[in-house]
């Protein structure tokens, strides 16, 4: 009895230091494993960046591109355009001597001047409707915000002078208060008599 008992004690000491060491190589897997859960995680998030970077940069290529598609055609109109301007600016430099105070010296037949003025006109509202299509809404936004603001300055331009006007008035009410109370101390202490020749001499 006494050699199995001993013979148990010494199992459960072993049983003890191996669970011990059991124990030990677990908690030093579980960190070893949370610290490659850390880098993998990491390595995740490196990934996702990198692919968020890519779709930003391909809609911007595909966006840029169909800038260029819409845009592609209107290069050798808007060439065009710039030397009929640029004849149009030299022609001019070159009879501004003729110019009047009012009138503009014009060659050749009236009605046709104007009929080819008034296509080039439309030629430039074209090219500048197709090439800044959203600018006119943005600065009718703009001036709406701006008449806003103009409109909320004014009132609180109004309202501050109001309120500094009632913060005059309640000051000198309370000037006034204070002075009355002052006085009214000083009958009080002094007497009237003395009082009076303090403000009448």
């Known amino acids: 009895l006494e050699s199995q008992t001993l013979l148990l004690t010494y199992l459960r000491v072993k049983v003890r230091k191996n669970l011990a060491e059991l124990e030990k190589k677990a908690e030093k897997n579980l960190i070893t494993l949370c610290e490659e859960k850390e880098r993998q995680q990491e390595k995740l998030c490196k990934l996702k960046r990198e692919i968020l970077l890519r779709e930003r940069e391909q809609k911007l290529d595909e966006a840029l591109h169909?800038?260029?598609?819409?845009?592609?055609?209107?290069?050798?109109?808007?060439?065009?355009?710039?030397?009929?301007?640029?004849?149009?600016?030299?022609?001019?430099?070159?009879?501004?001597?003729?110019?009047?105070?009012?009138?503009?010296?014009?060659?050749?037949?009236?009605?046709?001047?104007?009929?080819?003025?008034?296509?080039?006109?439309?030629?430039?509202?074209?090219?500048?409707?197709?090439?800044?299509?959203?600018?006119?809404?943005?600065?009718?936004?703009?001036?709406?915000?701006?008449?806003?603001?103009?409109?909320?300055?004014?009132?609180?331009?109004?309202?501050?002078?109001?309120?500094?006007?009632?913060?005059?008035?309640?000051?000198?009410?309370?000037?006034?208060?204070?002075?009355?109370?002052?006085q009214r101390i000083c009958e009080e202490n002094h007497g009237l008599d003395v009082v009076k020749h303090w403000y009448f001499n």
């Open 66 to 182: 169909k800038q260029m598609e819409v845009l592609s055609p209107l290069v050798p109109v808007c060439e065009q355009f710039k030397e009929q301007y640029k004849s149009f600016a030299v022609s001019l430099d070159a009879t501004r001597h003729e110019l009047p105070i009012k009138n503009i010296h014009i060659e050749g037949d009236m009605l046709t001047y104007l009929d080819e003025l008034q296509k080039q006109l439309t030629i430039a509202q074209e090219l500048l409707t197709e090439v800044m299509p959203s600018y006119s809404e943005e600065s009718a936004k703009a001036c709406s915000a701006l008449k806003e603001l103009k409109e909320t300055s004014q009132k609180l331009d109004k309202d501050l002078q109001r309120s500094f006007t009632q913060v005059q008035n309640l000051s000198f009410e309370v000037s006034k208060e204070v002075s009355l109370h002052n």
